[in-house]
């Protein structure tokens, strides 16, 4: 079982190959002669965060609705339809194989089908941020929902029980391993899910501003947009991590 203290010296190494990077970063524009619209430095990307003219705040909490968002609903929908599939093998055998042909469309031609569907805003983009995470949630919960004992199902059928209460007594805390593994992969694919729409077509959000920057070719702007985005993710994806510290014990956890 992992200690406080192994847990913040995780987080310090963390903490310390982030920095390392960005000092190589400092170092290598500095003395590496490259040109700022090349490569700017962190100094030169950091002042765009004062610059009014880019909207960072406005454009970011759009983007992070659309990830926020889109991860949420996958997540709902993904454990829900686990749930209904282990319920209903008929539903599984009926469904699954169309779920497997839709997760094969290229989510970029996805993207502009949504848009002209839906026209431009925070809605299409994250119906591409779900379409791009939802299976993962999906597939992972179905696997773990059915590694659970059988002798424990055969206990909750004996006591009578009814599906509800052996999915939230039993399934549940069984396959929250499995959810959550599942539940990193989305997350990293959420964020890759909104940015894609962003840029198919947006008329804001932290994607969209990347393609109006980069005709100008302000790169130090570009490397900021990009970096925001970077938090956004860690964020959802530290969210997770917290979350299976609170609800898993560590040598049940996978992935």
């Known amino acids: 079982m992992h200690t406080t203290h192994d847990r913040w010296t995780r987080t310090s190494m963390a903490v310390a190959s982030h920095l390392a990077l960005l000092a190589l970063w400092y170092l290598f524009v500095k003395f590496g002669d490259v040109p700022k619209y090349v490569m700017p430095s962190p100094v030169d990307t950091a002042k765009t965060l004062f610059a009014g003219n880019y909207h ?7 983007t992070a609705a659309e990830i926020f968002g889109g991860y949420a609903v996958a997540l709902v ?3 829900l339809l686990a749930l209904a599939f282990t319920w209903s093998r008929p539903l599984e055998a009926l469904m699954m194989p169309l779920l497997v042909s839709l997760n094969m469309i290229p989510k970029v031609a996805l993207g502009p089908l949504i848009i002209v569907w839906f026209k431009y805003g925070i809605v299409p983009n994250m119906l591409i941020a779900f379409s791009i995470c939802v299976f993962p949630i999906l597939l992972t919960t179905v696997r773990g929902l ?5 002798d424990l199902l055969d206990l909750v059928k004996s006591l009578r029980g009814s599906r509800w209460q052996t999915f939230t007594k039993i399934q549940l805390p069984g396959a929250l391993p499995y959810i959550l593994s599942g539940m990193k992969v989305a997350a990293i694919l959420a964020v890759a899910g909104a940015i894609v729409g962003e840029f198919l077509g947006s008329d804001k959000g932290l994607g969209y501003l990347m393609l109006q920057v980069q005709v100008t070719l302000d790169t130090a702007a570009m490397f900021m ?5 970077t938090l956004i993710g860690m964020l959802l994806y530290g969210s997770v991590l917290v979350l299976e510290r609170a609800l898993v014990v560590p040598d049940a956890r996978v992935g």
């Not at 960072?56 to 759009?62: D, R």
């Not at 059915?146 to 059988?150: D, F, I, K, L, T």
């Open 56 to 62: 960072w705040w406005s454009n970011l909490l759009v």
């Open 77 to 79: 929908t993904g454990v």
């Open 146 to 150: 059915r590694e659970v004992e059988p």
């Open 225 to 229: 947009a990009v970096l925001l985005i």
